[in-house]
């Protein structure tokens, strides 16, 4: 059975990432792509649906793990009657084939190990065929091959390689493992302690390139590197996720395949890096972008594969049993077929951000900009699914009103500050249509509050964001009605549901029920420091804090009562969530964030 999601802490490439547990286990590993197989697929089933075990021969927990300083290399250490040993993990940035190197290492004492290598291409379907060679192994089947590179001898049983040996302290054993499709050669493995420190400089350098002043620091360094480790460096791509089918209802069927690149998302990922410095990143999404999107704009999806493509079937992989039952288990999102309008805002407002901070300048990003206005223009006032996706009728939702509306503004702005052209006028008229219409339909003047949609009773985490894009002021008395109606209907102990799945007559189309959002209680952070109840915010952010794994790392959503993770994980919205309110509560602004939370008033209560 797989561990707790909060039990996985992340290695990764910049193109794949593993989920090791606190035993030792490695449990998900798609290779070579974050979207590619799995061929360590435990997560969503049991250890015959492939893993890889490297810990004391007794199987216990770990005593204490941490990432090495700013990187991505895991060290997990036990403390036995034996002695102590670490096992150090680590996917070294590459330009060829992927390796995964493990490294273990005596401390004190003699300590008895063991390993456990079940391989599994296919998602955990396919037993690939195992032959030895000298002290090493080489994995066959189909597209696949894999070669596991050891100091100790490896026995072959029942498809698996194992291998029991001792470490005394000062003493070092090496695993390698790298793979590439079948047809191709053998590549040469890495030599794994050089293999180590080439994956720590290149995390020490890349984390040199941050700008932040402000506090949590420790914190907001860890979410920016898990960032970074979700984005896929040959294309610029940002998955949402390292994971697919981690349940947001334990046992239930909502359970989705995050492996994908979402505007949404990734727009909300380039803030974040924006504002902390990090200008190629954004820059290499610009780049995705305009390949991705490229064609007619009413083609434009909500998501792409990571590197740009269109079509992202959905089907079920019925022959894994999901997280502790929860099924199905699927891959590819048929989330990539909706019409979610405010993903024309994010997208537009994520390319002024990127001309703002003087990010090299591209034509072709206007060109892309003037189509998506075009589409825009003819279908702003049409139903849409909303920013949660729901699967249920299309409706007139609030926040996806609100996001035409700032890529409109964002528009005006392109011609009346970086001198662009454009039917500005057209654009204005239909900036303050948008606004006029949304402050009508979508606003409960009864109970002072916006709404999910128009002439809906339920209430929208969504709506904390009106503010931030601009949309009113923080001062104004119904963007303060709207934090204090969300904040009172959509608290769960202490953190927030992204909606009320139960309201308007199930709003989502969706059995079941789920967890509270990471992001959106971020969200709630800025809205409550933004109305100026400072002391409040903080405190929620510590709240928060408090809910990251031991690693640092945040899933998608909580069982706020449990304080189990659930969701894909680790989850870029929710580490954006982190960074963007340490950054708002700190009061670093870059001065391209025009709306961002500034309180309107003092928070007199931040003594
Ligand atoms: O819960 C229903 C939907 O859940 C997923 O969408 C969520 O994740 C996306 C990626 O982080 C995010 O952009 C979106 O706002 C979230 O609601 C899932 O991908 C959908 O298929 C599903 O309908």
Redesign the pocket.
Known sequence: MASRIEDYGMIGDLRTAALVDAHGSIDWLCLPRFDSPACFAALLGDEEHGSWRLGPATGERCTRRRYRGDTLILETEWDTPDGSVRVSDAMPPRDGAADLVRVVEGLTGSVPMRTVMRLRFGYGRVEPWLRRRGTDLAAIAGPDAAWLDADVPLTLQDGAASADFTVAAGERVAFTLIHELSHLDRPRPPDPQRALAHTEAFWNDWIGGLRYEGEWDDAVRRSLITLKALAYEPTGGIA??ATTSLP?DLGGV?N???RFC?L??AAFVLQSLLGTGFMDEAAAWRQWLLRAAAGDPAELQ??YGLDGRHWLP?HDLHWLPGYEGSAPVRVG???SG?FQLDVWGETLDALHLARAAEIEPDESAWDLQLALLRFLERHWADPDDG?????GARRHFVHSKVMAWAAFDRAVQAVERFGLSGPVERWRELRDRVHAEVCERGFDADRGTFTQFYGSKGLDAALLLLPQVGFLPWDDPRVVGTVEAVQEELTRDGFLL?YDVTADGGV?G?PGD?GVFVACTFWLVDALQGIGRGREARELFERLLGVRNDLGLLS?ELDPVTGRHLG?TP???SHVGLVNAARHLSGAHPAEEPHAVRPARETDERE
């Open positions: 949402a996720a947001e909502r989705w395949d995050y979402w949404r998302d909500i998501m959905e999102n048929a989330a909706q920013l949660w996706e729901i699967r992204r989502d969706l789920e998608e894909n989850q870029a919205y």
